[in-house]
């Protein structure tokens, strides 16, 4: 049994079949990689693993147990994820963004105290530094680089201490350099046992870190392979590969 | 009994149309310009005293009545063209709190106009013979206009839909509905396109007024009534759908007249019930789309008072203690009002700023907290403190309860039902007599000689500030950061596990607990409670303080209260034409910044 499955996803918007029957699996510690052209249907599967989006058809299950519910108890369940335009929580700074994460994955959300209690700060401070955010703990979320916007929000995910990560584009809008620290940093995760799925369009960033890559194109899964078997795939080439 | 059923149902159908007129002008500027036109029942009362002007020169057939009906759409249309130049298109970039508040200025300023121009007394239309005529139907009199209402509304209906579907101006609606920065990129000049939509939607609502002439006067009453039930109406039937529109006035118009035959003291309830009910199961209402996510406003970061403002709040605290103490009764009754005020007005503060919701009923809260504990008093016979629990218990769950329906509602739509909600509050007290007191209200509510005076001065005081005081730790606890998390990023909050539904609706609760117990100090401080404590100026009250002071810190609107109580009421109260002052002055400041008060 898997940590983390799709079963046979279906989802269709107004009689477009996004996403036509994908299945995967990801366990403890690899990193698996989502990629296809653009409107493949990879955000909507991802929406799907995600809980944003309910399927038509099929489930998603973790240790086995299907998950129901919508995002918020996908989150207590969890799973962690990225959205490909990160969103922050704009009215806080840097570390109350990270402490406001950590106190709902605590649920002590309904606890009449102090949000800015020491032990809370403490942690932000210390996944902020994970993510190399702890200089700017003090500064506006708001007026973050777009770079430094996506690390906040990787740091605001794992507060939840997630045993998924769903990561949308997590280069996204990052310089060259960002990208590979970016990309190193998620792959230091997953050695801490983290499973890991994202999607990307940087192929240096996913042929370099992905332990396996699922393709995707037209709403269904058409190869899957670790990098080198998809790099050699000519249906991969062709479709997908052939147009960089 | 069938055929007075059928009779009422026929009588409904008839208001359906009226309601359904006035209605469709509103979703069709809303649909295009996004702007809730708060002051389109002030443009349907305009329409019935233009119509009332004309129809008294004219002769008293059917021919010439058709003819004043339509003079006065026209004329009402112009008015609408004329306030979309003047006023509506400096709103366009507004937040939606500020439109609505500008659009309720020119129903202040609109009503003070109308009765300076037509006078206080009720117009009522001389009516010529045809108007009095009546068919027979199931072997019942039915009256021939309601007939021909009957059929206007359909009429209209079919002349709208063709015109959306068939015309370029439709298209162009159409097209402004879906997505009005594409048709500005595609070189479509929006300022005609809008200045148009306002006059059409404001024919409609003339139309609509001068139509419902022969059975209403022309009133002053009409603005407000009409503006409510054309609120429900929209969002029932969904915003900006035409369609919906005319199915939820058939609803509501029938309810409302079958209402009247069941249950003829709660055919209000009955129709809050419907709405309830169906914005339970579609929370888009009838025929509505779950269309574009509404732009929620910026907010900036929000940080605790430093040491100086804590200070400076401690300060202004023992200030007023100091001077109700050394002072007269005067001083004290003064002190205790702005006390409350801030208590009012930090409850809905915590609704409009970290909870990222429109209230704009919140007297609700306050009236149902007044009411209960005058009734507790005066009924029950509990004592004081008694009393003052039972009052925010009573607004606690009621907003509870409300808030289980409303609160899955966006932005604009909730505005808009918890106006109809207060209102309804308002009706109910204003109409049940036995138990309210109706509009002589509840007299007699002094504190009891042993908690009199200075006593009730004291405990007014701390029971305010404590609840200032007890709203501001929620907010920086971690409900409140989660409840500010949810409104800043609503996809991101939900993916970190948090329940932003169920946050707003504890804050809903919260807020109008607070706002009860502030309305219960105010009823004991004053002695009595009237129906204006539910009323729909109690609530712009409320939000013109939160404004004037600021939605973006947790004392701004403390100060604001303080101000607006002080300013507002002793200065405006004063003049005969306090609501044109009052809606003349927040025009004012709402132009003057339009991205908000605050900073």
């Known amino acids: 049994m898997s940590l983390f499955s799709a079963h046979s996803l279906y989802k269709s918007f107004g009689g477009i079949g996004a996403v036509q029957g994908v299945s995967l699996s990801v366990e403890p510690g690899e990193m698996l990689a989502l990629i296809g052209p653009n409107g493949a249907g990879k955000s909507t599967c991802f929406a799907m693993l995600g809980g944003q989006i309910e399927p038509d058809m099929g489930e998603v299950r973790l240790n086995g147990v299907a998950l129901h519910g919508g995002p918020v108890s996908f989150a207590h369940a969890g799973i962690g994820r990225s959205f490909q335009i990160s969103k922050t929580f704009a009215s806080m700074s840097v570390g109350e963004n990270v402490q406001t994460a950590l106190l709902a994955a605590q649920r002590q959300l309904w606890r009449l105290r102090s949000a800015a209690d020491a032990q809370v700060k403490a942690e932000a401070i210390c996944l902020l530094d994970r993510v190399g ?11 973050l680089a777009y770079g430094d916007t996506k690390r906040l929000e990787l740091a605001i995910t794992l507060a939840a201490t997630p045993r998924v990560l769903l990561l949308d584009e997590p280069t996204a809008g990052m310089a060259q350099r960002e990208r590979r620290a970016a990309m190193e940093l998620v792959a230091s995760l997953a050695q801490d046992g983290i499973a890991v799925i994202f999607t990307e369009h940087d192929m240096q960033a996913v042929f370099s870190f992905a332990h396996r890559i699922l393709v995707m194109d037209r709403g269904i899964l058409m190869a899957e392979g670790t990098p080198a078997e998809i790099a050699a795939n000519p249906m991969v080439q062709n479709v997908y590969l052939g147009t960089v | 009994m069938l055929a007075t059923l059928a009779i009422q149902a026929l009588t409904g159908l008839s208001s359906a149309s009226s309601l359904f007129l006035v209605a469709s002008g509103l979703s069709v500027i809303f649909g295009v310009t996004r702007v809730v036109n708060f002051a389109h029942g002030s443009l349907c009362m305009l329409g019935a005293y233009l119509g009332w002007t004309v129809l008294t020169h004219l002769p008293r057939d059917p021919l010439s009545f058709a003819l004043g009906v339509l003079i006065a759409a026209l004329g009402t249309a112009m008015f ?8 509506l298109r400096r709103l366009y970039r507004a937040p939606a709190l500020l439109q609505l508040l500008a659009t309720f200025a020119v129903l202040l300023v609109m009503q003070d106009a109308i009765e300076h121009i037509w006078g206080p007394a009720d117009l009522p239309l001389p009516r010529g013979p045809w108007l009095r005529s009546f068919v027979p139907i199931l072997g019942e009199r039915f009256p021939l206009y309601d007939l021909v209402l009957i059929a206007i509304g359909p009429l209209v209906l079919i002349a709208l839909s063709l015109m959306v579907t068939r015309t370029r101006f439709g298209m162009l609606l159409r097209a402004a509905t879906e997505n009005r920065t594409m048709l500005a990129a595609l070189g479509v000049d929006q300022r005609y396109l809008f200045t148009a939509v306002l006059a059409l939607g404001a024919g409609l609502a003339g139309l609509g007024g001068a139509l419902s002439l022969p059975e209403n006067s022309a009133n002053l009453g009409i603005d407000l009534r009409v503006i409510t039930d054309a609120f429900v109406v929209v969002v029932v039937g969904g915003m900006g759908s035409i369609g919906g529109a005319y199915l939820a006035a058939v609803l509501v118009g029938v309810m409302q007249s079958l209402g009247i035959l069941l249950l003829p003291k709660s055919s209000l309830v009955l129709v809050f019930v419907l709405m309830a009910l169906v914005l339970a199961l579609r929370p888009q209402g009838l025929l509505g789309k779950t269309g574009e996510a509404e732009e929620t406003p910026r907010f900036h970061r929000l940080r ?16 007023a203690l100091a001077i109700g103490l050394l002072g007269g009764d005067f001083a004290r009754s003064v002190l205790e009002e702005m006390a409350v005020a801030a208590l009012f007005a930090a409850s809905l503060h915590l609704l409009l700023g970290p909870g990222g919701t429109i209230s704009f009923g919140h007297a609700a809260w306050f009236g149902i907290g007044a009411y209960a504990a005058a009734l507790g008093t005066t009924v029950l016979a509990v004592p004081l403190p008694l ?14 309860l409300i808030g289980l329906v409303l609160i899955r509602l966006s932005g604009v739509s909730l505005a808009m039902m918890t106006l109809a909600f207060a209102q309804i509050a308002w009706a109910v007290a204003t109409q049940w007599d036995d138990v309210t007191g109706g509009d002589d209200g509840i007299l007699g509510l002094w504190p009891p000689p042993w908690m009199g005076g200075t006593w009730f001065f004291l405990l007014c005081i701390a029971l305010s500030a404590t609840g200032v005081l007890a709203l501001r730790a929620v907010i920086f606890s971690p409900f409140g950061f989660a409840l500010r998390a949810g409104r800043d990023a609503p996809w991101r909050a939900a993916a970190s596990g948090i329940d932003a539904e169920k946050l707003r609706l504890a804050a809903f609760t919260l807020a109008g607990s607070a ?7 105010s009823s004991f401080s004053k002695g009595s409670v009237f129906p204006s404590s539910l009323a729909i100026f109690r609530s712009v009250d409320a939000l013109s303080m939160v404004l004037l002071g600021g939605v973006q810190s947790v004392s701004g609107p403390i100060l604001g209260a303080i101000a607006y109580t002080g300013l507002f009421d002793t200065l405006l109260l004063a003049s005969d034409y306090w609501r044109a002052l009052l809606g003349l002055t927040l025009l004012a400041l709402i132009l003057w910044r339009p991205q908000g008060l605050a900073r």
Do not use: S
């Open chain 1, 133 to 143: 955010l702890a200089a700017l703990a003090d500064h506006d979320a708001a007026t």
């Open chain 2, 80 to 87: 609408g063209a004329w306030l979309e130049i003047v006023l």
């Open chain 2, 515 to 521: 706002a009860g117990l502030a309305g219960a100090l």
């Open chain 2, 387 to 400: 009393a003052l629990i039972l009052a925010v218990l009573a607004a606690g769950t009621m907003a509870f």
């Open chain 2, 304 to 319: 605790a008072a430093g040491l100086w403002q804590k200070l400076a709040g401690g300060a202004v605290l023992v200030a």
